[in-house]
């Protein structure tokens, strides 16, 4: 490593409004797209969403929790170093390494839950669609997104700040028409 590049500076382009919608797009999911509409019509009327608020006091409680950990113990690994520092040198290593087996098995299955919920709703918009081509859509919508977060840091923080923006719009939106149609 050469004097020069070890002087410069990390140039954060990733800010903390894009980690936050990173963060609640993670939390969200496609679940609300799924249950809410189900949910309120099961339940006759909008105190379905009264679970959801619960949900969201939730969250934030998580949220503010996480974000004492991440000012008492700044650095890199989050959730690792926590586990790892919290429960000691044997035994931290223990947690901090299965946190990450865990992760290796719910990461993709939280991904493939995505594109099962995106093709539902293709499906919704698109009724005659076949099961193979539900899972060509499942395959393109996969390859897109892989496509997407090879781009630079800056431009992925900016997509997905759209797409939190259009997450939040579009829950709202479904809570109001539902809300009014009942």
Known sequence: MTE????????????LLHA????????????PFITIPTLMAAMGG????????????IALADGLVWSELGAAMPGSGGSYVYLRDAFGRGLGRCMAFLFIWQFLLSGPLEIASGYIGF????????PGMTNL??????????????????????????????????????????????????
């Open 119 to 126: 093709a539902q709703y293709v499906h919704y918009l698109w």
């Open 20 to 31: 936050t919608a990173l963060n609640m797009s993670n939390m969200i999911g496609i679940g």
């Open 133 to 182: 081509q539900s899972r060509l859509v499942m395959v393109a919508v996969g390859i897109l997104t892989t496509v997407l977060l090879y781009g630079r840091i800056g431009t992925v923080g900016k997509i997905t700040l759209s797409l939190w923006i259009g997450t939040l719009l579009t829950v709202a939106v479904v809570i109001f028409f539902r809300a009014v149609s009942l």
């Open 46 to 57: 909008p105190q379905a969403i009264l679970g959801w608020i619960v949900g969201l006091v």
């Open 4 to 15: 020069e590049s070890s002087s410069t500076p990390l140039v954060r382009r990733f800010c």
